[in-house]
């Protein structure tokens, strides 16, 4: 099975693979958010450092997250593994280039997923979570829905939108996300790892798709 780079804008299903692959095919997720707050738990130099630069918000720059990274993948290289929002920069690509070399990974796809944006829209803001047992609804899809507006099916808990699932920081995040990948997806497309997955389907249709790359 192949390793995977998953690019995706935000609410375009990312998660959702990701637990799947994990799940049902042994994959190792990869992701520089859990590998930051992992190592900020540490009781050591490095933790203190991390914890305090999250605790601040302050930007974590890559002279700290290459070198976690790094470490990361040498735990799981012999498995196969999903990068999940790294590499974000042609820095990083060209990073994870060298490193795949270095230890000798070649048998990688990058799958892009595409999206409409109002689809994303309508995901990123109709989602709500549910306090207790956090359980995920959607408010807009068919299926997704909670039998009763604002109560968890499975708990009864109260359902709330997450601070993040606004229109206005989806927008935010989505114009950094085009900003950002546009580059990483010319840069893959010329080494010709890139393959690009219509996401506008259904999730088994998203699966599908997604296990027949890594399978190609
Ligand atoms: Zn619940």
Excluded at 164 to 174: H, L, Q, V, W
Excluded at 184 to 194: F, H, P, Q, R, S
Excluded at 196 to 211: D, G, M, Q
């Amino acid at each position: 099975m192949k390793n995977l780079i998953l690019i995706a804008p935000p609410a375009a299903g990312k998660g959702t693979i990701s637990s799947y692959l994990v799940e049902n095919m042994g994959y190792q997720h990869i992701s520089t958010g859990d590998i930051l707050r992992n190592v900020a738990k540490e009781d050591s130099e490095r933790g203190h450092f991390v914890s305090g630069l999250m605790k601040e918000g302050k930007f974590i720059g890559d002279d700290i997250i290459l070198p976690l990274f790094k470490e990361e993948l040498l735990k799981i290289k012999n498995q196969s593994f999903i990068l999940d929002g790294f590499p974000r920069t042609i820095v990083q690509a060209d990073y994870l280039t060298d490193l795949f070399q270095e230890i000798g990974i070649d048998d990688y796809v990058v799958i892009q997923l595409e999206i409409d944006s109002s689809l994303l829209l309508k995901r990123a803001t109709g989602r709500r979570v549910c306090t207790s047992c956090k359980a995920t609804y959607n408010v807009y899809f068919d299926g997704f829905k909670p039998k009763v507006e604002n109560v968890c099916d499975q708990c009864g808990g109260d359902l709330i939108q997450r601070e993040d699932d606004t229109e206005e920081t989806f927008k935010n995040r989505y114009e950094v996300y085009r900003s950002e990948t546009e580059p990483l997806i010319a840069y893959y497309e010329a080494k010709g790892k890139l393959k690009k997955v219509n996401a506008n389907v259904t999730e088994e249709e998203i699966l599908e798709n997604v296990k027949r790359c890594l399978n190609d």
